[in-house]
T-cell receptor, first 113, second 108 residues
Framework: EPEVTQTPSHQVTQMGQEVILRCVPI?????FYWYRQILGQKVEFLVS????????KSEIFDDQFSVERPDGSNFTLKIRSTKLEDSAMYFC???????????FGNGTRLTVT | GIQVEQSPPDLILQEGANSTLRCNFS?????LQWFHQNPWGQLINLFY???GTKQNGRLSATTVATERYSLLYISSSQTTDSGVYFC??????????FGTGTRLTIIP
């Protein structure tokens, strides 16, 4: 069964450094998302992406964050200058259509020290 | 803002027991999904159920959109059912707003 893949599974970085989290969504899906989950808390929406542009973003998704689809398969989340509070599990997800089932990757655990 | 509340927050059951998990939402819905987060942190989509009832093996779900709630039923629980169950609600746009989850622990 097709799945969303994310790399790396773990990323440790120092405060102020840039990180890029990578995702390969399911190939025939049109909508892409990033969510995050701070340890022990609920899953929070960051951004949705459709037709090569951001379609919606949350308050969390400030100027330090950006997303890109550099080619036909990859979808990336960049955090320009990481802060301690960016430590979380970051999930990529995709869906075939608007409002159809959401499929998550296994996540990237980001630790900012 | 939109509220999505789940109950109970924690549930501990013996293997073989049945359970009902509830998701209440404060606004209209045309996208309601249930997810299982296993002990390894993976989020698995269980049901896409904006209305009506669906069944998949020992699991079933019902959403009553007019009354703004959804229920997830787990029958004959197994230890592999342990984890956190989240509902996510959406309407008219792509994003899902998640509840705070129900942590289910199944004891052998």
């Amino acid at each position: 069964e097709p799945e969303v893949t994310q790399t790396p599974s773990h990323q440790v970085t120092q405060m102020g450094q840039e990180v890029i989290l990578r995702c390969v969504p399911i190939s025939n899906h049109l909508y892409f998302y990033w969510y995050r989950q701070i340890l022990g808390q609920k899953v929070e929406f960051l951004v949705s992406f459709y037709n090569n542009e951001i379609s919606e973003k949350s308050e969390i998704f400030d100027d330090q964050f950006s997303v890109e689809r550099p080619d036909g398969s990859n979808f990336t989340l960049k955090i320009r200058s990481t802060k301690l509070e960016d430590s979380a599990m970051y999930f990529c997800a995709s869906s075939r259509d608007l409002g159809s089932p959401l499929h998550f990757g296994n996540g990237t655990r980001l630790t900012v020290t | 803002g939109i509220q999505v509340e789940q109950s109970p927050p924690d549930l501990i059951l013996q293997e073989g027991a049945n359970s009902t998990l509830r998701c209440n939402f404060s606004d209209s819905v045309n996208n309601l999904q249930w997810f299982h987060q296993n002990p390894w942190g993976q989020l698995i989509n269980l049901f896409y159920i904006p209305s009506g009832t669906k069944q998949n093996g020992r699991l079933s779900a019902t959403t009553v959109a007019t009354e703004r709630y959804s229920l997830l039923y787990i029958s004959s629980s197994q230890t592999t059912d342990s984890g956190v169950y989240f509902c996510g609600r959406g309407f008219g746009n792509e994003k899902l707003t998640f509840g705070t989850g129900t942590r289910l622990t199944i004891i052998p």
